[in-house]
């Protein structure tokens, strides 16, 4: 048998997408793996030039005569560091090829930075070229000749022999002609050098590090045993808000620091806040650096570059930090860890989380995941022993949670009150507008909603095999009901099947109709919204959370986009106005989101030491999310949630996979996705797999674009991909219209 390898000639970006198949000679064939930087032949003169492999495979795609063969395996020491790291890119995103069914193109975009185009920012500095003492000597000839600038400057220079050009002319005020003199006489020299952008000045930030308590400490001695065992090992921070989860990242990296290894820290983009980034440059002043999607491309990749040349250590930013290409990295650790930001959005579909994994894998990193509501996939890989899980449960600055109460909207319904606030909530606004302190009223309202329910008995319309809400539609002129993951229809009930009440209905409700309520029903008070109308412009986020921050309104009304991250201490008062609406949306991951949704509510109510109150408004008063949410007991929730996930075989449960089909024609979505099936039917060796679908997503048409999925489950991951390969191997090419696919690996957003 040969063995063959696709390579890469050149990783800047055009040519990415374009490999070459070459042979491996019988004496390089142990040498060879997927990542290396090898030699080939190439062009007409067959000169060498370096190559990455990016494939092994037994079979070529190219008669076999033609193919040449790799000359040899440049070693890490005849490579530059440079080198070995884009091979090791290379390497993660053919793993993320597999994994995740994206082209070699799309993924090698995720994870390689490519080369910098331009040059830095052109500094200047002063060097002082005499000695300490020489310096000294010139120093009393200036005095004494009474050249005051000349003295002025050297003093400095005795101080620090380099110095910025600027701060010498600027704020020494040392005229150019004193430089240009002393530059003669060889006292002095300027350098000229090329200084990366650094995105944020923190200088002289300071934040005083703590002593951290025996059960912070503990986590910290842990995860350096493991890194110092060589165990790749992955920790779990179970730890409500403020507990002290971010001192023990600062510790963790400042132990990896001495180690000469770097760190990357994951933090959601939402979450990036200025308090929380002061923190890490107070600790690591200019060896930490931060990419955030403010940062324009050639900034991002000027902290690569710093990065690559190891000029810092630790690098903060959201999903995309993973690629920061340090050569060697000790730890890599994702705050807030259940966000589902983490996932990628368009192809290839990762998780920043697995993708950790593996990288940590490549570099024998530890890895450390916190959250005060850490995702069911995590929670239950920590309890299976897979991860290493710590709690938190006390905070060292004291202050207790806020207390919780639901309000029942059926019971309120039943007495009369047909407004969007309960009584309970409108009662204690205004008590709190009374007392001038603040409201936070949350319309909880995730995509799109739109499940019907019975306003007075809460009974919700589900697909009767996979136990999602059915959402409601429009067809053709008639409304039905339809399940977004297998397509099952009923048409619209008029009563409620459960208790035979006419309140049955979906939800419409937004931020603007509350808005409009409240200032009828308060005149008074000042209120704020924000929605993504309101936050449309550039600046408007920034601009509304800073004036409710300086007290100028009483009220805000928003959507999910207040609730995370942001202190508020006169804030007393939060109101969950529908806590139903993301239980509902549509797939299996909505008890979840409204879990960790109501949590981080709750967490904006009484931060300044005051008491804080949470109001729930539900139709569900006896909903487990809606439950164990009011009594902060993520323990509760969860064991609840694993349950349901096994019984319906969902994620962590069993894997999952969406094949998604996209095209103009809905005849030519259908059709695709019916040879998708029976490809999958027809193949035997995959003997637990079960299929679903095809169905139309929760939004059937975007821009004219129709929208599908099948869903397939497997207990194994590896049957998924095998799914994947053998499609994409039997699908016939497509007969007239136009369908794309991609593919979702256990999906947490909603199709
Ligand atoms: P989390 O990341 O879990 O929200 P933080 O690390 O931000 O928690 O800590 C919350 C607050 O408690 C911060 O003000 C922090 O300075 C303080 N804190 C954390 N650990 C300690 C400690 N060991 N001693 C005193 N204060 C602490
Ligand atoms: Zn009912
Ligand atoms: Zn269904």
Redesign the pocket.
Known sequence: MQLFAQVIIDISHQRIDHPFTYRIPETLREKVRIGDVVQVPFGKGNSLRRAYVLHITDNADVSSDKIKEIHSVLSVRESDTASVVTGRQIALAAWMQEQYGSTMASALKCVVTGERRGKGKEEKEIVLLLSEEEAKEALSLYEKKHQVARARLIRELIEAPRQPYSIITSKLHIPPATLRALKEQGVIEVRSFSRLRDPVSFTGASYAL????AA?QSIVDHVIADFDAGISSTSLIH???????????ISIIGKIVERKKSAIMLIPEIALTYQ?LL?FYARFGNRVSVVNSSLSEAEKRDQFERALKREIDVIIGPRSALFTPFPNIGAILI?EEHETSYKNEQMPKYHAREVTMQLAKMHGAVVVL?S?TPSVTSFDRARSGEYKLYT?QE???GGSLAKVRIADMRRELQDGNRAILSRALSERIADRLAKKEQVMLFLNRRGYAAFVSCRECGYVAKCPHCEVALSHHRKKGKDVLRCHYCGYETAMMKICPDCGSKYIAGFRAGTEQIETFLREAYPSAKILRMDADTTAKKGEYERILSSFAAEEADILVGTQMIVKGHDFPKVTLVGVLLADLSLYAGDYTGAEKTFDLLTQAAGRAGRGGQEGEVIIQTYQPENYAIVHAAEQDYEGFYEEEIEYRRLLLYPPASHMLSVQFFSRSEDACLTRAGEVRQILEEEKTFSDLILIGPAAAGIVKIKDTYRYALYLKDAKYDTLVQCRKLIEEKLPPASGKEVLMQYDFDPVYAF
């Open positions: 703590k002593t951290l308590s912070q730890g409500i808000t403020g507990s002290g989860k971010t001192e023990v990242y929380t923190r705050d916190g005060a938190l905070r060292p600055t």
